[in-house]
């Protein structure tokens, strides 16, 4: 195995690609605004307004290029409410991006390290990052640290995921894992041509139940049911040809990418004694609100 790649790999990833899917997370009427929202348990845009409106400092940890944290201020108060961005690898992206949003402030941290000198928070947003960390834990406990009385952290972690998928998404993610970006590229777009040939395709499955490869039975799209039981090979006809490709990048070159059960999550928030407000599990992560009950 290389030498652990995984902060050169996101670094290359958002300073290649500055605007990745920015546009979609700001739509109220794309995928993407939707899969981040309802996830998170709002129904709609003004769900996620009412919510944020009542906090007076959000931190969004692990802010990549800064999509959510965009949100985040496109749906609260710049003049009553504070957010903080912080990312190991491209905080200056997100700082760039966000030029012209107001009371936005952004810092180049890793969430393994001591974060008190950003005091505290009633809102902290952390999703698709901690598994990406080496230590999911320690970096949901760092966190935890900064939550008000009465504040609130909401996290996505991956999940475990069927037998032959992690078998073949790890046999995919050794192979390229010592690979330059436009090396690893290249793959990616293999498997990113893949998944559009099935998803042209056009066709409905139905499946019956397979336990030991844990298939539950039901109408899947083509593509999907590779994707959610084999492999996973992206498509999403709202991204360019090369931004589908960088999202397969994400998920197959960093080399720290831990995957959780719904057991082990629900077990950092209870012995971190906080209130699971929300969770939500699909066939690729767990999303999870908890409250700070001291």
Same mark, same amino acid.
């Given at each position: 195995m290389a030498e652990n790649n995984t902060a050169q790999s996101f670094s290359d990833k958002w300073h290649k690609n500055t605007a990745l899917a920015f546009e979609n997370t700001l739509n109220p009427d794309s995928e993407t605004f939707k899969w981040i929202t309802e996830r998170n348990g709002f129904k709609n845009k003004n769900e996620l307004r009412k919510y944020l409106n009542s906090k007076k400092r959000i931190l969004d940890a692990g802010c990549g290029n800064g999509r959510v944290t965009a949100l985040l201020r496109t749906y609260s108060d710049p003049k009553t409410t504070e957010i903080v961005g912080i990312d190991l690898t491209a905080a200056d992206v997100a700082e760039k991006n966000l030029a012209g949003y107001k009371n936005v402030k952004f810092y180049k941290k890793n969430l393994l390290d001591d974060l008190t000198s950003l005091g505290k928070f009633d809102f902290i947003y952390c999703q698709e990052v901690l598994h990406h960390t080496g230590n999911a834990r320690k970096g949901f406990d760092n966190?935890?640290?900064?939550?008000?009385?009465?504040?609130?952290?909401?996290?996505?972690?991956?999940?475990?995921?069927?037998?032959?998928?992690?078998?073949?998404?790890?046999?995919?993610?050794?192979?390229?894992?010592?690979?330059?970006?436009?090396?690893?590229?290249?793959?990616?777009?293999? @498997?990113? &041509?893949?998944?559009?040939?099935? #998803?042209?395709?056009?066709? =409905?499955?139905?499946?019956?139940? /397979? !336990?030991?490869?844990?298939?539950?039975?039901?109408?899947?799209?083509?593509?999907?049911?590779?994707?959610?039981?084999?492999?996973?090979?992206?498509?999403?006809?709202?991204?360019?040809?090369?931004?589908?490709?960088?999202?397969?990048?994400?998920?197959?070159?960093?080399?720290?990418?831990?995957?959780?059960? @719904?057991? &082990?999550?629900?077990?950092?928030? #209870?012995?971190?004694?906080? =209130?699971?407000?929300?969770?939500? /599990? !699909?066939?690729?992560?767990?999303?999870?609100?908890?409250?700070?009950?001291?």
């Amino acid at each position: 195995m290389a030498e652990n790649n995984t902060a050169q790999s996101f670094s290359d990833k958002w300073h290649k690609n500055t605007a990745l899917a920015f546009e979609n997370t700001l739509n109220p009427d794309s995928e993407t605004f939707k899969w981040i929202t309802e996830r998170n348990g709002f129904k709609n845009k003004n769900e996620l307004r009412k919510y944020l409106n009542s906090k007076k400092r959000i931190l969004d940890a692990g802010c990549g290029n800064g999509r959510v944290t965009a949100l985040l201020r496109t749906y609260s108060d710049p003049k009553t409410t504070e957010i903080v961005g912080i990312d190991l690898t491209a905080a200056d992206v997100a700082e760039k991006n966000l030029a012209g949003y107001k009371n936005v402030k952004f810092y180049k941290k890793n969430l393994l390290d001591d974060l008190t000198s950003l005091g505290k928070f009633d809102f902290i947003y952390c999703q698709e990052v901690l598994h990406h960390t080496g230590n999911a834990r320690k970096g949901f406990d760092n966190l935890v640290e900064l939550l008000e009385p009465g504040g609130e952290i909401a996290i996505y972690v991956y999940k475990q995921k069927a037998p032959a998928r992690e078998f073949v998404d790890d046999f995919i993610r050794e192979k390229i894992v010592g690979m330059d970006y436009e090396t690893a590229m290249k793959h990616c777009r293999q @498997i990113t &041509e893949l998944g559009k040939a099935l #998803t042209d395709q056009n066709i =409905k499955l139905t499946i019956p139940e /397979v !336990d030991l490869l844990q298939i539950k039975c039901g109408e899947y799209d083509l593509q999907r049911f590779i994707y959610h039981f084999f492999a996973k090979i992206f498509w999403n006809y709202e991204y360019s040809f090369e931004d589908n490709a960088v999202i397969n990048y994400d998920w197959y070159h960093p080399q720290d990418c831990t995957r959780h059960t @719904i057991e &082990e999550v629900r077990n950092w928030f #209870t012995q971190n004694e906080l =209130k699971i407000n929300r969770e939500y /599990v !699909d066939f690729y992560g767990i999303t999870m609100r908890g409250e700070n009950i001291e």
